[in-house]
């Protein structure tokens, strides 16, 4: 299954999962444009695994500010991107609540984001879900620059409150 940019701008407006459930942050700090294969079959684990995009402009409003002079994108909002397509995939498994991040085990960052990227892509594979007494799930995620992993957080874990 997909889902358009209009559809991303639909889950961040809120409602899409159900009213009062999962739901993507908006405006400026949503890190997704579209998603292109979320299913609950095959990943690394065999749990589900979720493939995603964002492109990458010039204009964007972290460049100017992180760094002046040697504008990067923040390492930190890749990684929110990954817990973003977490809580998403959460809300399409049909689990009550709103997403929040409860963590991560390891990150590891291995290139950058320049604002000539033109596009990075997200990889999630599902570990876990747990759908009682809280709903949370479980994941080891990628954001890969050019075919190639740029950054990569294992265990990264999201609850539905």
Do not use: T
């Not at 973003?84 to 997403?99: A, E």
């Not at 479980?138 to 075919?147: E, R, S, T």
Request: proline share 5%; hydrophobic share 40%; aromatic share 10%.
């Amino acid at each position: 299954m997909q889902f358009s940019n209009k559809q991303i701008l639909a889950m961040a407006r809120g409602g899409f999962f159900g009213e009062g459930n999962a739901q993507l942050p908006s405006e400026q700090m949503l890190m997704i444009d579209q998603i292109n294969n979320i299913c609950s079959e095959g990943g690394v684990y065999d749990k589900g695994q979720l493939a995603a995009s964002f492109n990458i402009k010039p204009e964007h409003w972290f460049f100017d500010c992180h760094f002046a002079g040697d504008p990067v994108m923040p390492g930190c909002l890749g990684l929110d991107a990954l817990w973003q397509l977490l809580g998403v995939y959460l809300g399409w498994l049909g689990l009550p609540g709103r997403g929040r991040a409860l963590g991560v085990n390891k990150v590891k960052f291995s290139g950058q984001i320049y604002p000539d990227a033109k596009k990075i892509e997200y990889r999630l594979d599902i570990k876990r879900v747990i759908k009682r007494p809280l709903p949370v799930g479980i994941a080891d995620g990628k954001v890969l620059l050019n075919n190639e992993v740029i950054y990569q957080a294992d265990s990264l874990k999201v609850g539905l409150i």
